[in-house]
């Protein structure tokens, strides 16, 4: 059976190496004269049979038998390209490698990328990088474990404290981690590469297992197909040319072939114009007829409006195979007929912010990809009935200029890392719930304490009119009043401040109110605070929602409970 190239992406947290790990298979594997161009930023890396055998010596040593044409790394920095690229039946990549540092652990980021794997179910390596940064630690020899053997005891023992350390970590997601030369059975354990990107300790041995992972399990996956697949990797422009950079994951693409584009509304059908492949361990394209996957291709074509990053294409015969392309973008992405809306900036990143938002039962009533717009703004706005869902998330995309010129009270949270987004979504959500139970609350009953102002007695009697000071909770309008000695003084008729009327008044504020049917000379004179008139059942159902109010409340509302009961109240502040 034909197979092809692996797929395989490195994810991690920022700064753990993933860049320097992949720089140390490239830069090691070629002339050092052809170096300079490999470590800027590029889309993939071609990395053939042959270079896998000189990189990786231990292939040859233990009579391994390489069946695979090679490896197609994705090189996008992060793990963007892990979740923004997707293809039927899961991620694009094949393996993964998850770049640890061996020194910081798991980070969040780290456990957003294992989440990932696991609802793709992609099998991955751990490279446990920058074992060089041990205090202590030197190379004295290229086989890695007689290296780590060789190390001083205390430099040892470090190393192990810190091995266990991300082990058991991994064991609380769900991994029965082990280091490599310790794994039998590859499909039960999970394989650690204690390395080092900047000396090239462990890269080797990192090669030798995504070999055997690829040999041994992948080989189905492997299997060449007749129809050419791919997925959209970016846009870019040269020279005033607009590209677009894709991998193709199967079957044969010629440069004279019709393609379909799945987009989110309908498939963009085009002609190539220009069809290139990338060359071997490098950034460099050569023009070609036809390219066998998997490989990285450039290409040109006749219609690119509206290509976007993350979007599938194939080749296609028959009309009914666009149709299921079509069908393949709606795949896993299930609305639901409330909920939030979230856009995102791919395909790919959408259908992995959905999946994990589902994880947190979180409902999503209409997902895109792109800039958040005047009409996702609109949408979100029939939702205020619902607060909790009057929300608009966005996944490493920003407002369009109309969407930023509608005022509105809808909530806009945007990100550019998937975890923090979904905390922040959180967060939000929590402290809408609050404030929608704090509203609730506020509604059956007022907390107030207010200080007269007895030097502003505006009029004496019916309505009294005088000034208050507020010194606790809020005032408002209907409100019944009682003093310290528990004697109904009336119900506030209205509410002024500087001469015009206003509904309610908070701490710190002074007003003036009227109180119909009282004399203020005969009933408030002497009189120095009032509060609010609270029933016993309000009481009741202030002290069981308690984590509603502010401190400043529950202290007004003891005052009250005390004077009511002519005892102090037992729950406490």
Known sequence: MKIRQPIITVAGHVDHGKTTILDSIRKTAIAEAEAGGITQKISFTLFPADKIMWRCPLIEKHNIKLEIPGFLFIDTPGHAAFTNLRKRGGSLADLAILVIDINEGIKPQTAEVIEILKLKKTPFVIALNKIDNISGW????????????????????????????????????????????????????????????????????LLMILCGLSQKFLRGRLAFGKQAKGVILEIKKEKAINYIEAILYDGTLSADDEIAIASFEKPIISKIRI??????????????????????????????????????????????????????????????????????????????????????????????????????????????DNPLNAIILGFNVQEDEEAKQIFSNIKILKDDVIYKLIENLQDFRQEKEKEIKREKLLKLATICKLKILSQHVFHNANPAIFGVAVEGGTLKQNISLIDKNREEVGKIKAVQSEGKSVEKAKKGEEVAISIPGITFDRQLKGTELLFSNISEAQYRAFKDNKDLLSQEEISVLQEIAQIKRKEKPTWGV
Request: net charge negative; charged share 30%; aromatic share 6%.
């Open 275 to 384: 069809l290139e492949e990338v060359l071997p361990l490098s950034d460099k394209f050569k023009h070609s007829f036809s390219c066998h996957a998997a490989t990285g291709i450039r290409m040109q074509l006749r219609e690119q409006k509206d290509v976007l990053s993350g979007m599938p294409f194939q080749t296609f015969k028959e009309k009914e195979e666009i149709q299921d392309l079509a069908k393949e973008v709606k795949e896993g992405i299930k609305l639901d007929k409330e909920g939030i809306i979230v856009k995102a900036d791919s395909l790919g990143s959408l259908e992995a912010l959905l999946l994990l938002l589902k994880q947190e039962n979180i409902k999503i009533r209409k997902a895109g990809i792109g800039n958040i717009t005047k009409s996702d703004v609109i949408s979100a706005q029939t939702n205020l």
């Open 138 to 205: 030197r190379k004295q020899s290229e086989d890695l474990n007689e290296n780590i053997e060789m190390q001083a005891s205390n430099i040892k023992q470090d190393f192990q404290e810190k091995l266990y350390t991300i082990q058991g970590s991994l064991h609380s997601h769900g991994f029965n981690a082990v280091i490599f030369s310790e794994v039998k059975d590859f499909s039960t354990k999970l394989a650690l590469v204690p390395c080092s990107g900047k000396t090239g300790e462990g890269i080797p041995e």
